[in-house]
């Protein structure tokens, strides 16, 4: 069975600050990878995903992540935070399915 | 164009009563899903809708929850005889089909006192 394991629940970092949230998951079939985030009052959004193809994904706002099948995880990256990235992040996998399964999510705090 | 749009925004219910929350997708849309999201956990399936096929209910967590899809279209999610544990944030979301982008209403917070 698939699952997801997102290893922070909160990470408190500081603005223009490197920030990485984990997440990791099983499955013993090719997966699809998807990062969502949720903006304070506001809905889920796609923030970027990995079908296939290069292992590295960016968002338009200066996130990447990158798909490392041996380790099973996809990582999410940002290289200098700014105060507007204050959201929860989700991390979900699909394998091809109509199933997605989501992770328990971090919440990204960005202090001045 | 319109995003999914979910109602109520916010219910609040007495203990053994029943309520219905409603979904409209992206029109053209062809796959719905309704999620819960408690408190400190994920996003947990509840059922998904594919177009004109039979829906997959098996996430529902008792034969308390129900959810049907008019036309392809407009879903509505019903929780009989609600209890405390059913308090959450009830979210559906809406593609073009699997592995496509998830769009995701604004939620229903149901709160069961």
């Known amino acids: 069975a698939q699952s997801v394991t997102q290893l922070d629940s909160q990470v408190p970092v500081f603005e223009e600050a490197p920030v990485e949230l984990r997440c990791n998951y099983s499955s013993s079939v090719s997966v699809y990878l998807f990062w969502y985030v949720q903006y304070p009052n506001q809905g889920l959004q796609l923030l970027l995903k990995y079908l296939s193809g290069s292992t590295l994904v960016e968002s338009i706002n200066g996130f990447e992540a990158e798909f490392n099948k041996s380790q099973t995880s996809f990582h999410l990256r940002k290289p200098s935070v700014h105060i507007s990235d204050t959201a929860e992040y989700f991390c979900a996998v699909n394998t091809g399915g109509f199933k997605t399964i989501f992770g328990a999510g971090t919440r990204l705090f960005v202090k001045a | 164009g319109a995003g999914v749009s979910q109602s109520p925004s916010n219910k609040v219910t007495e203990k053994g009563k029943d309520v219905e929350l409603r979904c409209d997708p992206i029109s053209g849309h062809t796959a719905l899903y309704w999620y819960r999201q408690s408190l400190g956990q994920g996003l947990e399936f509840l059922i998904y809708?594919?177009?004109?096929?039979?829906?997959?209910k098996s996430g529902l967590p008792s034969d308390r929850f129900s959810a049907e899809r008019t036309g392809g279209s407009v879903s509505t999610l019903t929780i009989q005889r609600t209890q405390q544990e059913d308090s959450a944030v009830y979210l559906c979301?809406?593609?073009?089909?699997?592995?496509?982008?998830?769009?995701f209403g604004p939620g229903t917070r149901l709160t069961v006192l």
């Open positions: 809708f594919q177009g004109n096929s039979a829906p997959d």
């Open positions: 979301a809406s593609s073009l089909g699997i592995n496509n982008e998830q769009f």
